[in-house]
């Protein structure tokens, strides 16, 4: 078979011209993808309505939806110009004076009294707080929960909070998994979303959260009293890292979403959830049970570290590290026990990542660039900085926060890049982790 060849300088002299002409269309294609980006983010600039300024105690005793602030008694979440408005002021004023509401020097506002009573008020309805009061969010989630039971606790709010122990211990099965979020009257869950394994960690962390806020006589009889939650919770939690891997099963954690690959938050909580558990069977004088929960804790812990850590802490196990999210906040206090130096350096760098265009933060540095703040990442990230003594940024964050409250000052779910708040409020994740923040600040 005849081959056609060029001579070498021909063949050279042909690849030369080329060049010019393939150079121009590389920066033509660069030039029209950046500008389809640009054009796809500003199709993405949202239109997010605010649902409402507030929710506040109404008509015969009713959650209710409030429009404009100036509808409700000043300083309360009760509706004005009803029969009982004043009295149902006075029993508000009554419940936060019954336990304490952290001050913070250099943050001179309302914010965190507001936050306790709409916690107080999410919680009206059923005795422990759903998410958010609007349809959508009127369920409890065990994430939300634990980081409200830890408020309520801190502050005083013992019984609200015991509540919320008691409300994961009664719709946790017998195996231990958590679903998704379930009906607030306990009654079963709103649809399909399935198990998701952190919520072991948040319902055990949670538990210990409230034991340590007792006297000391009372957290013994506590823990007995959940004993079934712990015991339930620290055995599936073990089950779940029970493989060579030493690591969880891929789980839907706080992003929603079906995963195919572990996330660095469900690794996370669990490790945190197993160190609760620890701590909880010390209290019960169960030696061996502590010490079982300590070495799982230390086993995940170890291999979070030698697995995730070599990427930079990525949300995705062996995924990129410009995807940090707030799994590596779940790493740190308050949820976990121990400060690695270089988890704080993932940690540090994380805004970076995170940051958007009103000031706030995404849930994660691969979230999408739709430039809207989420208050509960924001909130989430100043609880971090003030329990690592990185008193600055924390409070910055509750500045911030504080200057993108609604109308009313309740804490909403999202802030739009022009700085206005959207979507549903109160959330009860923000208010609690607010709350949790000044606490630690204060004391």
């Not at 300024?53 to 015969?60: D, E, K, Q």
Request: hydrophobic content about 45%.
């Amino acid at each position: 078979m005849a081959v056609l060849t060029l001579e070498p300088g021909l063949t050279a002299a042909r690849q030369s011209q080329r060049w010019p002409l393939t150079a121009c269309l590389c920066l033509l294609l660069i030039v029209m993808i950046s500008s389809s980006g640009l054009v796809a983010h500003r199709n993405l600039d949202p239109a997010i309505p605010l649902h409402t300024v507030a929710v506040a105690v109404g008509p015969g005793g009713a959650l209710v939806d409030v429009a404009a602030a100036a509808a409700l008694v000043p300083g309360t979440r009760v509706l004005a110009a009803m029969p009982d408005s004043l009295e149902l002021a006075r029993e508000q004023a009554a419940w936060l004076a019954a336990g304490t509401v952290p001050q913070v020097s250099g943050l001179d506002s309302d914010m965190v009294s507001i936050a306790l009573l709409d916690l107080h008020v999410l919680s009206r309805a059923y005795g422990v707080p759903v998410a958010g009061w609007s349809k959508p969010w009127r369920y409890v989630w065990p994430r939300d929960s634990a980081l409200a039971a830890s408020a309520l606790a801190r502050t005083g709010h013992r019984a609200d909070a015991e509540r919320i122990v008691g409300f994961l211990e009664r719709v946790q099965p017998e195996a231990g998994w958590f679903q998704a979020r379930y009906l607030p009257d306990g009654n079963g869950i709103p649809d399909a979303r399935g198990v998701q394994l952190d919520g072991l960690g948040w319902a055990l962390w949670a538990t210990a959260q409230l034991a340590a806020e007792l006297p000391n006589k009372d957290r013994t009889a506590f823990v007995q009293r959940h004993r079934r939650l712990v015991d339930r919770s620290t055995t599936a939690a073990l089950l779940s890292i029970d493989n060579p891997s030493s690591l969880p099963p891929p789980s839907a954690d706080y992003w929603e979403l079906r995963e195919t690959k572990l996330t660095l938050a469900t690794a996370a909580v669990l490790c945190a959830g197993l160190e609760s558990g620890a701590a909880l069977y010390r209290l019960l004088g169960d030696v061996d049970a502590a010490d079982e929960a300590a070495v799982g804790a230390r086993r995940l812990r170890a291999t979070i570290g030698a697995t995730f850590g070599r990427n930079g802490y990525p949300r995705h196990l062996g995924g990129r590290s410009d995807s940090t999210d707030l799994g590596v906040d779940f790493l740190l206090p308050p949820m976990g026990s121990t400060v690695d130096r270089t988890v704080v350096h993932a940690w540090e760098r994380a805004p970076l990542l995170m940051a958007r265009p009103a000031g706030g933060l995404a849930p994660g540095g691969s979230w999408r660039r739709d430039g809207v703040s989420w208050t509960n990442a924001t909130a989430s990230r100043a609880m971090t900085a003030a329990f690592l003594g990185q008193r600055d940024e924390a409070l910055a964050r509750l500045h911030w926060l504080d200057q993108h409250r609604t109308a009313a000052g309740s804490l909403p779910e999202k802030v739009l890049p022009d700085g206005q708040p959207a979507s549903v409020e109160p959330l009860a994740w923000t208010a609690a982790a607010v709350v949790i923040t000044a606490d630690q600040l204060g004391s």
